[in-house]
């Protein structure tokens, strides 16, 4: 059942699932790897890791648990745990063409494409429709900035892996940050979403449509990403981003200072200098807040031009301010 509804697309489900199987047999490392796969999907490498480790535990000599656990390692920024585990399933499996991909993206990752290519190739010898090494092929275009090919590269794994929602956000975020080609961002964005409705998709949805200037419809998009999980930081702060470059100030605080505490040391200065400005605008403003959160702003940039303005307006602070800055870049 697990299966069926992972070939399906229904991804919590097959977690369900896949979670049953291993309360019922503890030592199943099939449904161990499964659920570390899953959480790789969900870009989650830090639960993927511990159920690829639990794996590990009951199968120290099974191909798919090591190289899982490679994956999550190698997105952990533990290259040499990577490596180890990979090369560790090949020696069991010579012909495992995952753990081939995997190395190809742990060696894209160290910069030697050398190497990096001379796996992927294994790996396409032996499985022509592995999806990890087409996805790992785009990714190698994407760092030698041959965007077309990623581009190519992530199409041909879409065909063949057409429910994969992660691709789409990783597309999307090719277009976005590489080529600045906002819409075709937010397309990819958007089908992600439709594939698999949750905060995260959701939210890089809106942050596209915010790319777009569509604030209105990007705060729509936050909310819902914020009602499916009311603690996932980065919907909150985008939220608030959305709703403040709309002057819905007051709207704006509460989500925004939620997002930054989850967020933590992953919060970007917009986050705090725009918190500060909307204690500024709002009616009435609070001076004494605003300061707190434009000092956290330039405490990170002394220089940042938006923060210094919102501090000299504060020796005139009063209710019911306008805007004079407006916060840029991606929310």
Known sequence: ???????????????????????????????????????MIFRDAKKAL?????????????????????????????????????????EVDPKYATALAVLGEIY????NVT????????????????????RNWAYLFQRR?????????????????????????????????????????????????????????????GQGLYNNNDHLQAARVFREAVELDPNYGPALA?????????????????????????????ARIENFYTLGLAYIYKDPSDCEKAAFWLNKALAIDPTNSIALTGMNSLKNCQPAADATETPTGNP
């Open 145 to 205: 900035q041959q965007y077309e090919e990623a581009i190519k590269a992530y199409d041909v794994a879409l065909s063949v892996a057409p429910l994969r929602f992660d691709l789409f956000l990783e597309k999307g975020l090719l277009y976005e940050i590489s080529l600045a080609d906002y819409p075709k961002a937010t397309a990819a964005y958007e089908r992600a979403a439709r594939i698999y409705k949750s905060a995260v998709t959701l939210d890089y949805y």
């Open 238 to 266: 985008h939220l608030g981003m959305a709703l403040y470059i709309r002057r819905n100030y007051e709207d704006a605080i509460a989500p925004l200072e939620k997002g930054i505490q989850l967020l933590g040391d992953k």
């Open 50 to 90: 511990a159920f690829a480790q639990q794996a590990v535990q009951v199968a120290p000599r099974n191909p798919r648990a090591l190289t899982a656990q490679a994956r999550a390692e190698n997105w952990l920024n533990n290259n040499e745990k990577a490596l180890d585990a990979a090369l560790n399933a090949l």
């Open 108 to 111: 894209t990752d160290e910069g």
């Open 115 to 134: 190497k990096a290519e001379e796996y992927l190739k294994q790996a396409q010898a032996i499985e022509p429709n592995n999806v990890t090494m087409l």
């Open 1 to 39: 059942d697990a299966d069926g509804a992972l070939k399906a697309g229904k991804y919590d489900e097959a977690l369900a699932g896949y979670a049953q199987v291993e309360r019922l047999e503890p030592t199943n490392a099939d449904a161990l790897v499964a659920q570390s796969e899953i959480q």
